[in-house]
T-cell receptor, first 108, second 112 residues
């Protein structure tokens, strides 16, 4: 079955601390993975996708096929990073399958 | 074009009533998706269109739910005989390719 698992509902860190939001997936084919972010009172928006290998707002994510993971990382968290983060998998019919999300709280 | 627009933003309805939501995608986007999100969950796929053709429907979508996209432009999602379990945020997204989803702000449905 195709599934995305985000084991942490809430992650709290202090400003300047490293952040890692975990994402594991289950997919039989070649996966295409994304991270979406939702800031307070804003719509869901794309943060980054694995095929572009980019860094957005200091965040990176590496696809590890051996561990079936796509963890989101940032070396130094900022208060403005506080948001809901969703990991998503694109399946072979082109729809996205989302995880349950992790709320990141960055304290000053 | 200011992005994906959804109306209404909020809808409160009595159990058993029918409701209809509208989504206006980005004009050049040929794909349109409907998702549902309940508290503590990620968005769950409901259905999607490529132009006016409805290509896939989730098994979550009971026969009380119907979606249309006439002429491949805006889309409507109708829920008949609403139940309390239908209370959720209904999200619409559009894209030109499978990659670049743009989401709307959603319609929050409360069934009382």
């Amino acid at each position: 079955a195709q599934r995305v698992t985000q084991p942490e509902k809430l992650l709290s860190v202090f400003k300047g601390a490293p952040v890692e939001l975990k994402c594991n997936y289950s997919y039989s084919g070649s996966p295409e993975l994304f991270w979406y972010v939702q800031y307070s009172r804003q719509r869901l928006q794309l943060l980054l996708r694995h095929i572009s290998r980019e860094s957005i707002k200091g965040f990176t994510a590496d696809l590890n096929k051996g561990e079936t993971s796509f963890h989101l990382k940032k070396p130094f968290a900022q208060e403005e990073d506080s948001a809901m983060y969703y990991c998503a998998l694109r399946d072979n019919t082109d729809k996205l399958i989302f995880g349950t999300g992790t709320r990141l709280q960055v304290f000053p | 074009d200011t992005g994906v627009s959804q109306n209404p933003r909020h809808k409160i309805t009595k159990r058993g009533q029918n409701v209809t939501f509208r989504c206006d995608p980005i004009s050049e986007h040929n794909r349109l998706y409907w998702y549902r999100q309940t508290l503590g969950q990620g968005p769950e796929f409901l259905t999607y269109f490529q132009n006016e053709a409805q290509l896939e429907k989730s098994r979550l979508l009971s026969d009380r739910f119907s979606a249309e996209r006439p002429k491949g432009s805006f889309s409507t999602l109708e829920i008949q005989r609403t139940e309390q379990g239908d209370s959720a945020m209904y999200l619409c997204a559009s894209s030109l390719t499978a990659v670049g989803y743009t989401f709307g702000s959603g319609t929050r449905l409360t069934v009382v």
